[in-house]
């Protein structure tokens, strides 16, 4: 069984600022896929960014970038410069074993001050 | 990008009658789509898996004759919430499968995008 964790119910930051989101994964399956999503108040579900399992390197799209820690089984959401428009829910999901299923875990949501 | 449509966005109905949410894939087909349940302040929950041809896969759990799935087409699956009750209030959202090559031709993997999602109000 797949178990994605993220401790974080809540994160501020300031405007301009970097802010780290976490997400700890669980799972048996030697190949997996990790996935963030950002999800406004609106409702949409916003794909962010992808790190498979066999990447070598941490993924980048932008302003957001992946700390992939394989042996810690972590893939903590980096955003740089922080924008009013980031404060949304942001949800880490994974999805292994060859299959379809994405396993989402609580989400966090994230508030970017002034 | 990839654009799922879901219709409606918002619904309200009464207790006992049945609601129909539609999820197309605009400019992609489609032989997967998935369809996800949301309560408020909670993780998105997959309900079931939506093949194009074929029967639904559901979750455990997931009644699948409460939950009417239908994938007639390679751009189109319906959801029906058949007998509604207030319990059944929820944000539904869908999404649909497409595969994403690498860069450098390093294969590809699947990407679900999804839907702006469903909010249903059950009097």
């Known amino acids: 069984a797949q178990k994605i964790t993220q401790t974080q119910p809540g994160m501020f930051v300031q405007e301009k600022e970097a802010v780290t989101l976490d997400c700890t994964y669980d799972?048996?399956?030697?190949?997996?896929?990790l996935f963030w999503y950002k999800q406004p108040s609106s409702g949409e579900m916003i794909f962010l960014i992808y790190?498979?399992?066999?990447?070598?390197q941490n993924a980048t799209e932008g302003r957001y970038s992946l700390n992939f820690q394989k042996a810690r089984k972590s893939a903590n959401l980096v955003i740089s410069a922080s924008q009013l428009g980031d404060s949304a829910m942001y949800f880490c999901?994974?999805?292994?074993?060859?299959?379809?299923?994405?396993?989402f875990g609580t989400g966090t949501q994230l508030k970017v001050e002034l | 990008g990839a654009v799922v449509s879901q219709h409606p966005s918002r619904v309200i109905c009464k207790s006992g009658t049945s609601v129909k949410i539609e999820c197309r894939s605009l400019?992609?087909?489609?032989?997967?789509m998935f369809w996800y349940r949301q309560f408020p302040k909670q993780s998105l929950m997959l309900m079931a898996t939506?093949?194009?041809?074929?029967?639904?896969?559901?979750e455990q759990g997931v009644e699948k004759d409460k939950f009417l799935i239908n994938h007639a087409s390679l751009t189109l699956s319906t959801l029906t919430v058949t007998s509604a009750h207030p319990e059944d209030s929820s944000f539904y959202i869908c999404?649909?499968?497409?595969?994403?090559?690498?860069?450098?031709?390093?294969?590809?993997?699947?990407?679900?995008?999804f839907g702006p999602g469903t909010r249903l109000t059950v009097l």
């Open positions: 999404s649909a499968r497409i595969s994403i090559g690498l860069a450098g031709g390093l294969g590809n993997y699947n990407e679900q995008f």
């Open positions: 799972t048996s399956d030697p190949s997996y896929g």
């Open positions: 790190q498979g399992s066999y990447d070598q």
């Open positions: 999901a994974m999805r292994a074993g060859g299959g379809n299923k994405l396993t």
């Open positions: 400019d992609f087909q489609a032989t997967t």
């Open positions: 939506s093949n194009e041809g074929s029967k639904a896969t559901y």
